[in-house]
């Protein structure tokens, strides 16, 4: 995979849409809702009925959260005891669905970029990535879905920031 690309659907989901998911943990509904970037695990992948994370999701997980500040908390979307991770290894970065508002997307961003620049130090070659980030614009979702070069995604999310800003 050298091409970058990137793709902007609409998708009905809100944080009102997760609350109602099965996986939601209720214990943590409060946490949740003071969250402004919650990571969604994906739903019916592969047939499977459990929903379940990608690969290194606790490693970029707890890179959100230290580096968390009065203004961007970040969340998991699903219990302790529910979390399952699908290792598939896979040279490529397949990274956990993120939810988050329009004012947070540049700083989502911006960590994923950070984060990638971090493996690509720890990994010495290059990095490919899928990233799936919806966006709440104005009452409305975006889904954006970014496969391609690490080193392009910054780039290209600033190209996808302000289309969601016209």
């Not at 050298?2 to 943990?25: G, H, S, W």
């Not at 879905?145 to 969601?164: C, I, N, P, R, T």
């Amino acid at each position: 995979m050298n091409k970058k690309t990137f793709e902007i659907t609409d998708i009905l989901m809100n944080k009102q849409t997760l609350e109602n998911r099965a996986y939601f943990p209720k214990d943590l509904a409060d946490e949740m809702r003071g969250s402004n970037a919650i990571l969604i695990p994906e739903e019916n992948y592969r047939g499977l009925t459990h929903p379940i994370f990608p690969e290194h999701t606790l490693d970029f997980f707890e890179f959100l959260k230290e580096n968390a500040t009065e203004d961007f908390k970040p969340s998991i979307c699903i219990s302790d005891e529910d979390y399952v991770e699908l290792e598939l290894h896979n040279p490529d970065v397949n990274l956990a669905t993120i939810f988050v508002t329009l004012i947070n997307f540049p700083i989502i961003t911006n960590l994923i970029s950070h984060y990638l620049i971090k493996l690509f130090e720890k990994r010495r070659t290059k990095i490919n990535a899928k990233i799936n980030i919806i966006v709440e614009v104005d009452k409305e979702s975006k889904r954006i879905q970014y496969e391609g070069s690490a080193d392009d995604f910054q780039k290209s999310m600033k190209s996808v920031e302000k289309l969601l800003e016209d």
